[in-house]
């Protein structure tokens, strides 16, 4: 698996969802199951058992695909000085069809979450971004066609988990 790009408060983000899981995420399905268990004479065909080692599968399943996902990851941190937008920063744009202004954050594919804020440097919009400055206009084709974005700042924002 080749090494993916992830922010600095999207690895911590991941690595404290990790955390949760393995714990938190253990403990309640431990739990249920030692319920059922306690609850029924023969708990390995009640479908309250079966369906909490469903739960337990894919709840490990989860935890192996993230571990693995953060192993493979680099943290990429933003210049805020080199006056381009890069991963991690944050532009705020106005698309110049609509007048409408949108503020998105550039992240890894890993982490991204567009009702967030923050988009892919993989998706369209994103990778029309990378490398622009502050007053150029942008072209990126989208599932709904063209847009037309003019960059009005570019700010590396302050770490937040």
């Known amino acids: 698996m080749s090494e993916r790009l992830i922010t ?5 983000r991941a690595s404290e969802m990790l955390e949760h899981l393995k714990t938190s995420g253990r403990r309640e399905i431990a739990e249920r199951l030692r ?10 065909d009640d479908a309250d ?14 935890i192996a695909q993230l571990e693995q996902r953060l192993a493979h990851a680099r943290v990429a941190e933003p210049d805020g000085a080199n006056g381009v937008i890069d991963l ?9 069809e609509t007048g409408e202004r949108v503020e998105y ?4 594919s890993l982490e991204s979450d567009p009702a967030a804020g923050r988009i892919s440097a993989a ?6 971004l990378l490398g622009r400055r502050k007053g150029e ?6 599932p709904k066609g063209r847009v037309h974005l003019k960059i009005l700042e570019i700010d590396v924002p302050v770490a937040s988990v």
């Not at 319920?35 to 390995?44: K, L």
């Open 8 to 12: 600095g408060a999207g690895f911590a």
């Open 35 to 44: 319920h059922v268990i306690a609850s029924e004479t023969n708990a390995t």
């Open 49 to 62: 058992y079966l369906a909490a080692r469903e739960d337990q599968v894919m709840l490990e399943r989860k």
């Open 88 to 96: 991690g920063e944050r532009v705020l744009l106005r698309d110049l």
């Open 105 to 108: 954050e550039l992240v890894g």
């Open 123 to 128: 998706s369209p919009v994103g990778s029309a």
């Open 137 to 142: 206009v942008v072209v990126a084709e989208v």
